[in-house]
């Protein structure tokens, strides 16, 4: 049983969860870090609304960011981290104000998808750059009396 401590009452704290598995959009397993900064802004509420304060806000972050990221396909899930961390914030905030409990920060600390995810990703990157054009470079035609390249004496 967790108990508050008068000094811990107003001050910031951390909730640093254990890594998430979370599926976006288009079926991607993902595992993701996920922080909160928080304030105990009510003592009373936090000891008398909610049973278990920790849990209660655990299974929250877990259903609220299962909810986001589930709403979004891989690609933009890994290029909008901020977006994603403000629209947790945004779910999870109102719904613990009435615990004592006041969010300040959410955090996305690591997105990480599956390593057969992170090969395939490698192997893209490598095909789009094996198609990518390159520059025609022509050599010089050079004689004993001069070099020529494009029909012009160097």
Same mark, same amino acid.
């Given at each position: 049983? $967790?108990? /508050? ?6 001050? &910031?704290?951390?909730?640093?969860? +254990?890594?998430? =598995?979370?599926?976006? %959009? ?31 806000? $655990?299974? /929250? ?6 909810? &986001?990221?589930?709403?979004?396909? +891989?690609?933009? =899930?890994?290029?909008? %981290? ?54 025609? %470079? ?17």
């Amino acid at each position: 049983e $967790e108990r /508050l401590e008068p000094a811990s009452i107003c001050r &910031e704290a951390c909730l640093d969860f +254990l890594p998430q =598995t979370v599926i976006t %959009r288009d079926n991607v397993s993902l595992t993701i870090h996920p922080l909160l900064v928080y304030r105990i802004s009510d003592p009373v509420r936090a000891v008398y609304e909610v049973f278990d304060l920790h849990q209660a806000i $655990e299974k /929250l972050v877990q259903t609220t960011l299962r909810s &986001e990221i589930g709403d979004l396909g +891989l690609d933009d =899930t890994l290029a909008s %981290r901020e977006e994603i961390n403000r629209a947790i914030s945004q779910k999870i905030s109102g719904m613990c104000r009435n615990w004592g409990f006041e969010l300040l920060k959410v955090e996305l600390l690591e997105i990480t998808p599956t390593s057969t995810i992170l090969n395939a990703m490698h192997e893209l990157i490598r095909a789009l750059g094996a198609l990518r054009p390159r520059p025609v %470079r022509r050599r010089p035609h050079c004689t004993r009396s001069a070099c020529v390249l494009n029909d012009e004496v160097m």
